[in-house]
């Protein structure tokens, strides 16, 4: 079949799309990405000239432009990745997010109303949820949690599922939501915090630690978010939303820690500085519906991941040197 996967050239988006060309030789995957601060067109490099792969360069929000690609390839599915991701962008700037990750995802709707598709997947993110208290560790979110983001990126991601849902109910759309836990891995862009610690570590650079450091984050090895995807496109219900996360949670502070001891470098680095507003404390999901019905569980243990993921960002300078020159005034 053919796989429409929208901002490939980003994180996860360009994980899913090594992780399916190999795991299935029978589809082509299209991707179409903007090639946003955030996508690199070097990242798919590996795969530009397979010929089941095809990459457009189009912004989701470019009704005729995404029309013309849905009457040319007619894909059967379409995996939505294509999103303004970062939170602290989102409280500087929120109207790319709002245009974006709604009007954009409204668009794709569109499009799969009118051509037909058999599944539209929107990858969305436990961040919907809002926040839990880290004093109750026995909390976790689950699909019936109520929406409650505390961002503008997650409010426009709410919006975006919220929109989902309505195109499945008053079009009969079939769709699929998953909404995962902060994922890490290769090829994360060096704004956020695991790639972020890693090269400012690696440039004896301050490490920025929000805050006191405590709000806990649930941590997931990009592969088997992928993986998980997978399944949900092959074997998940119609209309349904599944959890993706693998009982995870660290504080900040100790993954900093971590990587600061994993480099070799000495804790002095790390500086605790002004908190981000509105920050959330603790994220925290209830895996079990996708491990019920999809049999569907995390492979990569934090230990294993967090090893790998250090190590390829030590051997691929190459990939990030340029991101991270280019953005030292975003990236703290
Ligand atoms: P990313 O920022 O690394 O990549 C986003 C990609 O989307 C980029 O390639 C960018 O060029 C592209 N893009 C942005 N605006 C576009 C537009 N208007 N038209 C076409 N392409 C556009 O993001 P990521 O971390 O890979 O996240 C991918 C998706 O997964 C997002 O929807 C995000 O909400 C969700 N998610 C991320 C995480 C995480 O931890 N990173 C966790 C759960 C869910
Ligand atoms: O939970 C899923 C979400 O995870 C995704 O939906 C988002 O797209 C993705 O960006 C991520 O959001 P977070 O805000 O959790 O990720 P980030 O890497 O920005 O921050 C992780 C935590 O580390 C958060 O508590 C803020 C903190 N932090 C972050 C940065 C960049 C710092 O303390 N210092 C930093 O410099």
Redesign the pocket.
């Known amino acids: 079949m053919t796989i429409l996967v929208t901002g490939g050239a980003g994180f996860i988006g360009s994980n899913f799309i090594f992780y399916m060309l190999n795991a299935h030789p029978e589809d082509r995957i299209v991707c179409v990405d903007k090639l946003t601060y955030a996508g690199n067109l070097s990242t798919l490099s590996s795969v530009m000239k397979n010929e089941r792969f095809r990459f457009e360069q189009a912004d989701i929000c470019d009704r005729a432009r995404i029309f013309r690609l849905f009457e040319e390839e007619k894909p059967e599915v379409v995996v939505h990745f294509a999103?303004e991701?970062?939170?602290?962008r989102s409280i500087e700037e929120p109207g790319a997010f709002l245009q974006t990750n709604i009007v954009g995802t409204g668009v794709l709707l569109d499009a799969c109303v009118r051509y037909g598709i058999t599944r539209f997947h929107q990858v969305?993110?436990?961040?919907v949820y809002g926040d839990l208290p880290p004093e109750r560790p026995d909390l976790f979110f689950t699909e019936e949690t109520p929406l409650k983001p505390s961002?503008p990126?997650?409010a426009s991601?709410a919006g975006a599922d919220l929109l989902v849902m309505a195109y499945h109910r008053t079009f009969k759309l079939p769709v699929t939501i998953s909404r995962?836990?902060?994922?890490y891995g290769p090829f994360q862009y060096p704004?956020?915090?695991?790639p972020?610690?890693i090269i400012n570590g690696l440039h004896d650079r301050p490490?920025?630690?929000?805050?006191t450091?405590e709000?806990?984050?649930?941590w997931l090895y990009v592969k088997d978010h992928c993986k998980a995807i997978d399944r949900i496109i092959r074997h998940g219900r119609d209309g349904e939303i599944y959890n993706i996360g693998g009982h995870n949670e660290k504080r900040?502070i100790d993954?900093?820690e971590m990587i600061v001891s994993e480099l070799g470098k000495p804790k002095s680095l790390i500086t605790h500085?002004e908190d981000?507003k509105g920050?959330?404390l603790r994220?925290a999901i209830d895996p079990a519906k996708a491990k019920r019905e999809l049999g569907w569980e995390p492979e990569t243990s934090f230990e294993a991941g967090i090893q790998k993921t250090i190590r390829w960002y030590l051997d691929n300078r190459a990939w990030w040197e340029p991101l991270y020159a280019g953005s030292k005034q975003d990236?703290?």
């Not at 995962?180 to 994922?183: G, P, Y």
């Not at 704004?191 to 695991?194: T, Y």
């Open positions: 999103a991701s970062h939170v602290d969305s993110t436990d961040e961002s990126y997650s991601k995962c836990s902060n994922n704004e956020k915090l695991i972020l610690m490490l920025p630690v929000y805050g450091g709000n806990i984050r649930d900040n993954i900093v500085v981000r920050h959330d994220y990236v703290k």
